[in-house]
């Protein structure tokens, strides 16, 4: 399998990528090409050209400002599993970048490339949506900031317009107290999520002061499940509570394929998602 | 169009004009005749073209050759040295830590990248760096065995 024939370009800064653009019809950005290269190689992609901006210092990194974390949009999966400040003040994107493919996926694939992709079998959208990461976003028009709850706009379509460049993503600091877990059923043969559950629980005097869970998998876009813990706070956070909650997921539209029905996947988030929730539970108050 | 690469791979540098939509692994094979790298599932999922790119496993039928452009590559006959084979392929020879041989290659470069990360990996820990490369002859068992002695023996 060979991809169809293009023009690569390669770009040597965040402006530069923008120029070429803006300048170049039906052009596309390759960062890791771990989704890309997959694409032009069964030719759902047939871009005609190809801007490489893999080499762009400024778009690589972790760096911690307080109580944001920010990582570059070409950091590698392997990188944020590995690193100890995200493991540390973001501990649910590490453990759900750790689980992503295998290690040679993750000496290649990006943040950045992973959520342009928006493939809703991915692992990291739904992490995004759990913390309430901020997605940073450059263009031709100058620069702006997108909730990762509006970024996810459809299936494999975000809130990224063709002409602009995700430059990297702000993830809150967990707050003290605070514990998240990513959990998921993967397919045993492509390791995509058939579900991925991605909670983040904060205890303080044993109460719940604040909880949230999203799922991939399971929906078109990652789903916030917002139905089931919207009762927790206050709450201890008991296995019997969880299991109650967990019984509240309700999804629209749930996806369905060969592998698994949608029934199917919805049922499994309940499992995963109060799996999740307990895993949270211990590491917040361990 | 054709773009003009410079790479070294097993410690030799070579220099092409290619098209830009060539993978790495027709690179290496086509280009330079490196045919010990294998050509499998061709989606990123078997492994059987795992390559070192500047130290880090890679599968190259997911990268383009012009990606790696600059890059100093290691394949599986860069392994051995002066006719001695490396730790890991003695350990696979010993142990039978292959049937058919076509994952190997694959197999041996995602284990040495393992060993650079973690001089002393388990078990557990050689199963999951060898995730991404399937075998379909030998269960895998001596595979990790495999492994597992080549650390002992200071495979890194």
């Known amino acids: 399998m060979v991809p169809s024939a293009f023009d690569f370009h390669r770009a040597g800064s965040v402006d530069e990528a923008i120029e070429l653009l803006g300048r170049l019809p039906d052009a596309k950005l390759l960062a890791g090409g771990h989704s890309l290269i997959p694409m032009m190689k069964l030719r759902l992609a047939q871009p005609g050209a190809v801007i490489d901006i893999g080499r762009i210092q400024e778009l690589s990194g972790v760096c911690r400002d307080g109580d944001v974390v920010s990582v570059g949009a070409l950091t590698r999966h392997g990188e944020i599993a590995a690193s100890e400040e995200l493991r540390a003040s973001c501990p649910l994107l590490a453990e759900a970048a750790g689980k992503i493919g295998d290690p040679a996926v993750r000496n290649r694939g990006t943040l950045g490339g992973n959520i342009a992709h928006a493939d809703p079998a991915s692992d990291l959208p739904a992490v995004l949506i759990a913390v309430g990461a901020v997605v940073h976003l450059a263009g031709p028009e100058g620069r702006r900031q997108v909730a990762a709850r509006d970024f996810f706009v459809d299936l494999l379509t975000t809130a990224l317009d063709p002409a602009e460049v995700i430059t990297r993503v702000d993830f809150p600091v967990a707050a003290p107290g605070t514990g998240q877990a990513y959990l998921k059923h993967e397919h045993p043969a492509s390791g995509y999520a058939v579900v991925g559950a991605a909670a983040s629980v904060t205890l303080s005097g044993g109460r719940c002061t604040a909880a949230s869970l999203a799922f991939n998998g399971i929906s078109a876009v990652p789903h916030a499940a917002d139905e089931v813990v919207s009762g927790l706070v206050g709450g201890t956070l008991d296995d019997a ?46 | 169009m054709s773009y003009h690469v410079q790479l070294e791979v097993n410690g030799r540098r070579h220099e092409r004009e290619v098209e830009p939509r060539m993978l790495l692994v027709h690179f290496l094979r086509e280009e330079l005749g490196l045919t010990g790298t294998n050509v499998g599932c061709e989606t990123s999922l078997c492994g059987a073209c795992t390559v070192l790119v500047d130290g880090a496993a890679v599968k190259s039928c997911t990268q383009l050759a012009v990606q790696a452009d600059g890059a100093s590559i290691t394949t599986i006959e860069g392994l051995a040295t002066n006719g001695e084979l490396h730790a890991l392929q003695q350990a696979f020879w010993d142990l039978h830590g292959l049937q058919c041989g076509y994952c190997t290659p694959g197999m041996i470069l995602a284990a040495a990248d393992l060993l650079e990360r973690n001089p002393d990996p388990d078990d557990g820990e050689i199963r999951e760096a060898l995730k991404g490369n399937v075998c379909r002859c030998t269960g895998y068992h001596n595979i990790v065995r495999a492994v597992r002695r080549a650390a002992e023996g200071g495979a890194a």
Not at chain 1, 247 to 266: C, F, T
């Open chain 1, 241 to 286: 509570s969880l299991a109650s909650v967990s019984s509240l997921l309700s999804v629209r539209d749930p996806l369905g394929d060969v592998h698994a029905s949608g029934e199917y996947r919805v049922e499994l988030a309940r499992v995963y998602g109060r799996r999740a929730l307990a895993s949270a539970r211990d590491r917040a108050s361990g």
